[in-house]
């Protein structure tokens, strides 16, 4: 959820070891997630076992920036959008696609409408079907039309003999009247500037890109831009539930989903079934103290892949953990005075570099593979590989566009969501804290928000907890070294949930389910069936690399 590319993208899930790579990467375009130029990507491992824990988890407190929840139900008569019906037809591999109807503004629902993408696919056994579990993928930029189409290879047999599984792209986003900020080749610009500025003039010229950036969804999207905050797309959740034909909404979130399905509960706590939060994220945190998180969680999440690296044989780090991270950083740093040649023209950048290797910082470290490959290349000269990566995250074509509009929604959603809007000089103070904490991602990670300091339109929501009185248990699980959604967010949000109930996996990479633990599986797989959770304080360990 955080901004996590203030120019990047980020993805979703995972598989079995023996399509893992080629499932993981097809994941990788699903979703979207958090973190400074990058994207969310779930990737899966190998074998797990349950742990016997010494107690509960300690969890982090809210911030001082915390507010009061909105309202929740706007004093306007909606009942022409919850008594619609979806006109389904058939869109392939056995899904039906059709259009729900949404207000622009929940205010005002005589006005101007939105049109959502939605998709199905029925319950193989209809005869025992509890009802339609909606999927997000994450983000905020991340399809859920995409993310359901993969349900196959995502949701276990056993769920989707009982559920229609159903994907929404959230307003916004994707098919659903899609945001425009900028153009092919200002993204471009965007992704490739320097993202640690140094000296005023660096400082001048990346603000003018966030600047640019800013103005531009103002001016391509005046309208649509101001309205697609999460408290609203948790409103369209409710409308589609109804739609659906179901009482109760059944949901499962990875990473921002965690964020739009905590919001819908706190809003609508009776009318939650069964609800999975996975990579939770911390409704109390403001944009930057979220981005903080991000960076000491990639920071750890480096250090790891150079301890992984020194394992193998095709790892282009010299040995030990001190030096593979110095390695890594000089190379960032040469970038940063001299970009690298590629065999297709675009010069590798800093940042893209830095994007690069981020990305590939979701994923398990059964999925390292490419980015040693990719950074063996580069430290020998050619950056076509480390680039060629990146754009694949991005969903950036050979012929130079952007096929969704994931990185203009990320960071007009998270505008919305969060009163924090730091300027230059507020930002250049944090990078240098930041960089004590997070050498590598610190200053990077701080000057992600720059954007929000030229946000015209006024934020919808504040950094707030999330209680859901009344809703009944909710299962919220966290990865202890997930770099994207650190583990205390997760902790944070099962604490504050009336009902929350903490699943935890000891491992690497973005989410846990379907990241190879048999334990999480079951877990999940038993609630969603049974609404049974986990015994408290379970903790679930994926093999260790």
Not at 79 to 108: D, E, H, R
Not at 129 to 152: C, E, H, Q, T
Not at 345 to 358: D, Q
Not at 433 to 448: I, L, R, V
């Amino acid at each position: 959820m955080r901004n996590t590319p203030d120019r990047a993208a980020r993805a979703a899930v995972a598989l079995e070891p023996a399509t893992r790579s080629r499932a993981t990467r097809q994941r990788g375009k699903i979703g979207a997630g958090l973190a400074a130029l990058a994207l969310v990507l779930v990737g899966c491992s190998s074998a797990s076992s349950t742990v016997t824990p010494g107690g509960p988890a300690t969890s982090v407190p809210p911030t001082a920036a915390a507010s009061q929840a909105p309202s929740a139900t706007p004093a306007a008569d909606l009942s022409k959008f919850y008594q619609q019906k979806i006109a389904w037809s058939g869109c392939g591999g056995g899904f039906q696609c059709g259009k729900l109807t949404v207000p622009m503004t929940y205010a005002q629902p005589t006005g101007a409408t939105i049109q959502l993408a939605v998709i199905r696919l029925r319950a193989s056994d209809p005869s025992k079907r509890i009802g339609s579990l909606v999927l997000n993928p994450g983000g905020p930029g991340g399809s859920g039309v995409d993310y359901a189409r993969a349900a196959p290879g995502i949701i276990a047999a056993s769920l989707r003999a009982r559920y229609d599984v159903v994907g929404f792209d959230p307003r916004g986003v994707g098919a659903s009247d899609p945001v425009h900020c900028l153009t092919d080749k200002l993204t471009d610009a965007e992704l490739s500037a320097d993202a640690t500025p140094d000296t005023p003039a660096e400082v001048n010229t990346l603000a003018g890109l966030a600047k640019q950036f800013a103005d531009g969804c103002a001016t391509m999207s005046p309208a649509l831009y101001q309205h697609i905050g999460t408290v609203d797309v948790a409103r369209d959740v409710d409308v589609l539930r109804a739609a659906l034909g179901d009482k109760k909404l059944y949901w499962f979130g990875s990473s921002y989903g965690t964020f739009i399905g905590a919001t819908y509960a706190d809003l609508f706590p009776t009318n939650v079934g069964r609800m999975v939060l996975d990579g939770a994220i911390d409704p109390t945190l403001t944009n930057s103290e979220l981005a903080r998180g991000q960076a000491k969680g990639f920071e750890v999440a480096l250090q790891r892949f150079v301890e992984d690296c020194a394992v193998e044989t095709d790892c282009p780090l010299p040995k030990g953990t001190a030096a593979g991270l110095a390695r890594i950083r000089a190379f960032f740093a040469q970038l940063n005075v001299k970009p690298l040649s590629t065999k297709g023209g675009r010069p590798l950048t800093e940042a893209l570099a830095m994007n690069a290797v981020l990305s590939y910082l979701y994923f398990p470290p059964t999925d390292w593979e490419q980015l040693r490959y990719g950074l063996a290349s580069a430290f020998a000269g050619d950056g076509s590989v480390l680039l060629g990566l990146l754009d694949d995250r991005l969903n950036r074509g050979h012929n130079g566009h952007y096929q969704d509009n994931s990185l203009d929604a990320l960071n007009a959603v998270n505008a919305l969501d969060h009163t924090d809007r730091p300027g230059p000089a507020q930002i250049a103070v944090l990078a240098q804290q930041w960089a004590k904490e997070a050498p590598t991602w610190g200053a990077f990670m701080a000057w992600s928000n720059l954007p929000f300091a030229y946000w015209e339109a006024p934020a919808t929501d504040a950094p707030h907890r999330i209680t859901a009185p009344g809703s009944p248990p909710i299962l919220v699980v966290g990865t202890t070294y997930d770099p994207a959604t650190p583990y205390p967010w997760a902790q944070a949000l099962a604490k504050q949930l009336s009902k929350g109930v903490l699943l935890t996996r000891i491992g690497d990479g973005h989410t846990a389910y379907g990241m190879g633990s048999d334990c999480i599986d079951n877990a999940v797989n038993t609630y969603l069936l049974t609404g049974a959770t986990p015994p408290v304080g379970t903790i679930c360990r994926t093999a260790a690399f």
